[in-house]
């Protein structure tokens, strides 16, 4: 018999933005439920207009964004890139990112290697390079 493991996004897996307080944000991060060994897999519906509340960098891993549906605006570093559906991201170890949901709001899925277990990540409240 095949090894895989199937679950569904959004059925099975914790929303885990209400923790955190936040409002128009669904955060729900599927290694655990998927038993990943060496990635993760990450599912984001942002609200138009929404802000993730924080920004936070990885020191080890490297990250794609995927935007499924809508449009949404990344921070990287201090660069903010325009996006829309389809469009892929590569941020990689080293860098601030943070995202925020364009008029339509935006669906986007997001997968992270090596799997750290978040010990090389650092969050920032807030954070977003200023705009010019």
Same mark, same amino acid.
């Given at each position: 018999?095949?090894?895989?493991?199937?679950?569904?996004?959004?059925?099975?897996?914790? !929303?885990?933005?209400?923790?955190?307080?936040?409002?128009?944000?669904? +955060?729900? /991060?599927? *290694?655990?439920?998927?038993?990943?060994?060496?990635? %993760?897999?990450?599912? /984001?519906?942002? &609200?138009? %207009?929404? *802000?993730?509340?924080?920004?936070? $960098?990885?020191?080890?891993?490297?990250?794609?964004?995927?935007?499924? =549906?809508? =449009?949404?605006? /990344?921070?990287?570093? !201090?660069? $903010?890139? !325009?996006?829309?559906?389809?469009?892929?991201?590569?941020?990689?170890? %080293?860098?601030?990112?943070?995202?925020?949901?364009?008029?339509?709001?935006? &669906?986007?899925? +997001? /997968?992270?290697?090596?799997?750290?277990?978040?010990?090389?990540?650092?969050?920032?409240? %807030?954070?977003?390079?200023?705009?010019?």
């Amino acid at each position: 018999m095949a090894d895989y493991t199937k679950v569904n996004l959004r059925a099975d897996v914790e !929303d885990m933005a209400p923790g955190f307080g936040v409002e128009g944000l669904e +955060a729900r /991060f599927a *290694r655990k439920a998927l038993e990943l060994t060496k990635g %993760g897999l990450g599912y /984001f519906h942002i &609200e138009p %207009g929404v *802000r993730t509340p924080w920004g936070h $960098i990885h020191s080890e891993q490297e990250e794609i964004y995927l935007v499924v =549906s809508g =449009s949404a605006r /990344f921070a990287v570093g !201090d660069e $903010i890139l !325009d996006v829309a559906q389809w469009d892929a991201v590569r941020i990689p170890a %080293g860098e601030w990112r943070a995202m925020e949901a364009g008029a339509d709001g935006a &669906e986007v899925v +997001a /997968f992270g290697a090596p799997f750290t277990e978040n010990k090389d990540a650092e969050l920032k409240p %807030g954070w977003w390079p200023e705009e010019g």
